[in-house]
């Protein structure tokens, strides 16, 4: 091959590699701006679970509101509750609950920053100290919701602690 010809073939090759790492630079560009907005999607989804959970608060009666509120009191037991009470209470944990586990799949899978993860798990926490709530967390977090959410819900210790809690 003439020397001319291995000039043009080694210009060939090495504009080929500029042009597969300027590729691979706009992918890469391309994947953090993807992954950036699932993201973002991610954390809004998972607020707007939460906020339509206060929604479906605001259409309760009196009396529903003040089960929820006996049921938040440091003295509060599952025993002091009726059969349909302690029913509506486990419902309404359950539905909290599944909220919060969907955030934590987000987190475990990175699209929930650690700031929106760690504020989920501290309402969850809170959430289950009275002891009627912890009572029904007793009896269905086995059963419910994944060994995952159960032990990482289990191991949190907050820094500061919920105003009333144990």
């Not at 992954?35 to 605001?58: E, G, K, Y």
């Not at 929106?116 to 926490?125: E, G, I, K, P, S």
């Amino acid at each position: 091959m003439s020397s001319r010809m291995q000039t043009f073939t080694s210009a060939a090759e090495i504009v080929s590699a500029v042009a597969v790492v300027v590729t691979l630079v706009v992918l890469i560009a391309s994947v953090r701006e993807n992954t950036a907005a699932m993201q973002a999607a991610a954390a809004a989804s998972s607020r707007d679970s939460m906020v339509s959970m206060n929604d479906l608060f605001l259409t309760l009666d009196d009396d529903d509101l003040n089960l929820f509120l006996a049921a938040g009191q440091s003295d509060s037991s599952l025993d002091g509750f009726s059969d349909l009470e302690q029913f509506k209470l486990l419902i309404q944990q359950r539905s909290f609950f599944r909220r919060a586990e969907a955030q934590y799949f987000r987190y475990r899978n990175g699209l929930l920053d650690d700031d929106a993860w760690q504020t989920t798990l501290f309402r969850v926490w809170a959430n289950i100290q009275p002891p009627a709530e912890r009572a029904l967390w007793e009896e269905d977090k086995h059963r419910v919701y994944t060994s995952g959410f159960v032990d990482t819900v289990e191991a949190y210790r907050p820094a500061t602690p919920a105003p009333g809690a144990l």
